[in-house]
């Protein structure tokens, strides 16, 4: 899901920095910085001090116990996050960059020290994550003592941001006031540090810190499910979102980015994507902050950072905005889970019945039987393609083809000449390369997007995209946030269709059949084998085919006379893929086994 996000950033002046009777006070300090005492302030010069935070962090110097390490820390300057975002072509990541593990109360006085600096931007950032009142104040930071007041609670962010060029040069911060939350960086700290964290940390909501995610989750969230683990928890996060880059092809080419993905606890609603990053309802934390869970079911912590991670426009044209994201949590999920493909085994109703895998049966009859436009295939979430508002159909239907292609290229491909594991990993960079036109219509990009991926792979893949109804005509107003015309004209076919014929067809002419089922079939090229009659139990409406009796199978066709009336994919119905339910209306005559090569036999 995706949201629009009034982020309400009220900037406020720090007071004047110079405060009247701080002279004498900070007289009492060595150094600038505060961080250790001069030789006059023994026990009970100290409690001259008028300053009571001063006071109190002169007398902890005194006696050995000052949190040195959690008050006074380096920052470091990150890329603007807007300006990021236009280079990838995303939404913006992080803005919450340097948590400083200090906790603000409402009102409280905030004293900083910051080093010396040729000017940089510097702001605190205080968050309040801890309710669903949810506040974002900006405090503007310059070198030397600041002192002011906030207006809300909340975690505490130094926000240095460059816009140009190298990043500014690190810059030494000592925050005098507050309460001490902690941050756990996974990338230093070890997981002791992460349990003292869980147990000692003054405000509900705690900032972990990896190579690529922040995530800002609840100190509760995190003790019911990953009390220890806390470089575990982290290190699942860093490689759901390293999946998303290498996809981008930023690993590839060399750009990963050195700002975070944030994500962040949220106490109303459920999950979305906003302007801020990703953002999940606490109640979901029992799947999201447990490892093991989160490894079994990745799809809605991918999908949310799958959306801040859409290359927009090019990658996310109208009718699509929540189809491109899932080519990210599809591939993770089947990465971290291969026995168990979301789309070939979740039980889910299909034109006849819910049927494991009933999201692919459901497309191919969609486009296969019933010739509709990509973006209109009906499914389970969407029967009713017309609307008075648009035309459109089911989000997970229209992944399959997308998915199907990550199949072909990465899985059947591996180890073969025109195996192509970089496949979206290319078509993703150039999305982010290629220029944005103002085209009149958006199916500029979805034509784009078949060139490119003829091009990537070095294949005229014009069947394919026109079998799954990609390259095909429509003139409709189609589903997304905001609705868009889609038309593709004959002529537009056509053009795309000469490009794509400087490449060779694939070998196989039937990818379309592929799913996580036939992997073996397509990469040994399996001789499809199988006599009539034999090898299924028939019932009323239906054959149950032995899929061991048929070798070789990668789908099944049923027809009345010539016509085409119901597909099925080798394993649908079943997890275990031993059995395939092939469906019979009434008035079928035949039914065909599809080979990989595209091989038909009859199997009545
Ligand atoms: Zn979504």
Same mark, same amino acid.
């Given at each position: 899901m995706m949201k629009k996000l009034a982020i309400i950033s009220f900037l406020i002046c720090a007071s004047?920095?110079?405060?009247?009777? #701080?002279e004498n006070d900070l007289?009492?300090?060595?150094k600038k910085n505060l961080t250790s005492l001069a030789k006059k302030a023994n026990q009970q010069a100290i409690?001259? /001090?008028?300053h009571p935070v001063l006071r109190e962090v002169a007398n902890q110097i005194k006696n050995g116990n000052y949190p040195l390490g959690e008050r006074f820390k380096t920052y470091e300057s990150f890329l603007d996050p807007k300006i990021l975002a236009k280079e990838l072509k995303t939404s913006p990541y #992080?803005?919450?960059?340097?948590?400083?593990?200090i906790y603000f109360s409402a009102n409280e006085e905030v004293l900083v020290w910051v080093e010396e600096n040729e000017n940089q931007k510097l702001n605190l950032l205080v968050t309040n994550w801890?309710?669903?009142?949810f506040r974002m104040h900006s405090y503007p930071l310059k070198a030397g003592l600041n002192k002011f007041q906030v207006k809300d609670k909340g975690n505490s962010y130094i926000q240095h941001f460059y816009e140009e060029g190298k990043p500014f040069k690190k810059l030494k911060i000592h925050i005098l006031s507050g309460k001490i939350n902690g941050v756990f960086d996974a990338r230093k700290d070890d997981n002791n540090k992460y349990q003292k964290i869980l147990s #000692?940390?003054?405000?509900?909501v705690i900032d972990l810190v990896g190579k690529k995610v922040h995530l800002a989750y609840s100190k509760e969230s995190l003790k019911n499910?990953?009390?220890?683990?806390g470089k575990g928890l982290v290190a699942l996060y860093d490689s759901i979102i390293h999946i998303q880059h290498e996809i981008m092809g930023l690993v590839k080419y060399k750009k990963e980015p050195k700002n975070h993905m944030f994500g962040r606890v949220i106490w109303k609603g459920f999950m979305h994507a906003d302007g801020l990053g990703a953002a999940f309802h606490d109640n979901t934390m029992k799947d999201l902050a447990d490892i093991n869970r989160l490894r079994k079911n990745s799809w809605g912590v991918a999908h949310e950072f799958g959306h801040v991670n859409q290359v927009r426009p090019n990658m996310k044209w109208t009718g699509t905005t929540e189809v491109t994201n899932n080519i990210y949590s599809v591939w993770t999920q089947y990465l971290y889970n291969s026995h168990s493909p979301k789309l070939e085994h979740e039980k889910l109703k299909d034109y006849d019945e819910p049927k494991i895998g009933g999201r692919i049966t459901a497309y191919m009859e969609s486009a296969? %039987?019933?010739?509709?436009?990509w973006l209109t295939q009906a499914g389970p979430d969407r029967w009713?393609?017309?609307?008075k508002r648009d035309w459109g159909g089911d989000h997970f239907v229209k992944l399959v083809p997308l998915w199907q292609l990550q199949l072909y290229f990465h899985e059947v491909g591996a180890?073969?000449?025109?195996?192509?594991?970089n496949f979206y990993w290319d078509i993703f960079y150039k999305a982010i390369q290629e220029p944005v036109t103002d085209q009149e219509s958006e199916s500029y990009y979805q034509l784009q997007f078949v060139k490119n991926a003829c091009k990537v792979s070095g294949l005229d893949l014009t069947d394919f995209f026109k079998k799954s109804g990609i390259l095909a005509p429509i003139n409709l107003i189609v589903d997304d946030y905001t609705v868009g015309r889609m038309l593709i004209t004959d002529q537009d076919i056509q053009e795309v269709e000469k490009y794509a014929s400087q490449f060779p067809k694939p070998s196989?002419? %039937? /990818?379309?059949?592929?799913t996580a089922n036939s992997i073996s079939i397509f990469k040994n090229q399996e001789v499809l084998k199988g006599k009539i009659n034999e090898g299924f139990s028939k019932e009323k409406d239906r054959l149950i085919i032995d899929n061991l009796a048929w070798p070789g199978a990668v789908a099944f066709e049923t027809y009345q006379g010539d016509k085409l009336v119901k597909v099925a994919f080798?394993?649908?119905?079943?997890?275990?893929?031993?059995h395939t339910i092939v469906h019979l209306p009434i008035g079928s005559t035949k039914v065909k086994a599809i080979g990989w090569n595209g091989e038909k036999i009859d199997v009545i």
């Open positions: 004047n920095l110079t405060f009247a009777q #701080s007289s009492f300090f060595n409690q001259e /001090i008028q #992080s803005q919450f960059e340097n948590p400083t593990g801890d309710d669903e009142h #000692s940390a003054h405000g509900p499910g990953t009390p220890e683990n296969f %039987v019933h010739n509709q436009p009713d393609r017309e609307r180890g073969k000449k025109w195996g192509n594991k196989s002419p %039937v /990818i379309h059949y592929l080798r394993g649908a119905g079943f997890t275990n893929n031993q």
